[in-house]
């Protein structure tokens, strides 16, 4: 089945239609989102989500925000364009793919500040359209990148969903799955469920159903006894946010899975674009944690697992130290054994390969 995680519909002044991935795997259903509280909505209750998705929806969004804009004067527009980037950058914290988006857009209105609000608003839709493209290229080079990394007959174990639902193209992990699937190498694929919010088993799951790669999902708390079993050979995740030591933020239970890997002696690959790094925190520590309700852990499976009044703490990610990760794949190409010195020269404008 051919689907678009997001795309933008109509002229400037059209919608953002996305697919609603609360309701995967048993409902496939698009939704269009014509305001901003609507574009933000999605973002912060996951219709929409994963690090490259939400920047390109974030993009589209100050689209959507600034529309009603078109024709005013350019001082009201650029008005409501700051309103708008600060409200979207509120939705979620750890993904720096939506900062990294809603600065591109802020800075083309700062670099283009003689344009009349009309052609403005039009090359706003340019430049989002230009991140989502170019978030589609990204993940084809990590696809080509990392497929290098497995061999044919190679159980892979990831966590969450970093495919085709996570970015603008064929996901980050997963494009490196099916990268390498696609080379004709066989491979099985172990998705671990991710609880609270499940997006390896109704996701990643989905996905690889849809492409025809043979998956398996297991219960978060199993990774240990199937690796123990020899089932699994290499661990590819995707990122949030990666710090300029290479310490690196995914979902929670993302840290759990590389200790368990170390343990086992299983190599611990993170893909991820460069829009997913910020050199701006020289470490992991000082990635914001988004902090998410207790009902998704209280009433996650449809009923109440939890005893009323009993307190439930709901981190969305961790972060996997750099020592624990055996390379990160980007769109340039491998960082075996990253560091801050590794990363610098990888991410520098030069070494573009
Ligand atoms: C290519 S997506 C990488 C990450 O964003 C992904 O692994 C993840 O943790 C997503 O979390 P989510 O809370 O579903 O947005």
Redesign the pocket.
């Given at each position: 089945m051919e689907y678009q995680t997001l795309h933008w519909k109509g002229d400037a002044t059209g919608s953002l239609c996305m697919i609603d991935q609360t309701l995967l795997p048993t409902e496939f259903k698009e939704i269009d989102c014509w305001t901003v509280e609507g574009v933000w909505e999605a973002i912060k209750m996951?219709r929409v989500?994963?690090?490259?998705?939400?920047g390109v929806a974030a993009a589209y969004g100050v689209v959507v925000g600034t529309r009603e804009l078109r024709e005013a004067s350019r001082q009201d527009f650029n008005k409501k364009l700051t309103e708008v980037v600060k409200y979207l950058a509120s939705s979620?914290p750890t993904?720096v793919n939506l900062f990294w988006a809603l600065d591109r857009m802020s800075a083309l209105a700062l670099k283009e500040s003689s344009l009349a609000s009309l052609a403005m608003h039009d090359r706003l839709l340019e430049e989002a359209r230009r991140i989502h493209v170019q978030d589609r290229e990204m993940c084809a080079a990590i696809g080509r990148h990392g497929s290098e990394l497995l061999k044919s007959g190679t159980g892979v174990l990831t966590?969450?969903?970093?495919?085709g639902l996570?970015?603008g193209g064929d996901?980050?992990?997963l494009s490196v799955m099916f990268a390498a699937a696609a080379a004709g190498k066989s491979i099985r694929v172990y998705a671990d469920e991710t609880r609270p919010?499940l997006?390896g088993a109704r996701l990643t799951a989905w996905e690889l159903q849809q492409r025809g790669i043979p998956v398996t999902v297991i219960c978060d708390n199993m990774a240990a006894q199937v690796m123990k079993e020899d089932r699994i050979h290499a661990v590819v995740?995707?990122?949030?946010r990666i710090a300029a030591n290479g310490d690196a933020a995914?979902?929670i239970g993302?840290y759990g899975v590389a200790l368990l890997a170390k343990a086992h002696g299983i190599p611990f690959y993170v893909a991820?674009p460069s829009s997913t790094f910020d050199l701006s925190l020289s470490t992991g520590d000082k990635i914001p944690i988004e902090q998410r309700s207790r009902e998704e852990v209280a009433e996650g499976f449809g009923r109440q697992t939890v005893p009323e009044g009993v307190d439930v703490y709901n981190p969305?990610?961790d972060v996997t130290p750099a020592d624990l990760i055996t390379a990160i794949i980007t769109e340039r190409g491998v960082v075996q054994r990253p560091n801050r010195e590794l990363i610098a020269a990888h991410l520098a404008e030069d070494a573009i390969a």
């Open positions: 996951l989500r994963g690090a490259p998705a939400i979620r993904a966590h969450c969903n970093a495919g996570a970015t996901g980050t992990a919010l997006q995740t995707g990122a949030d995914n979902k993302t991820a969305a990610f």
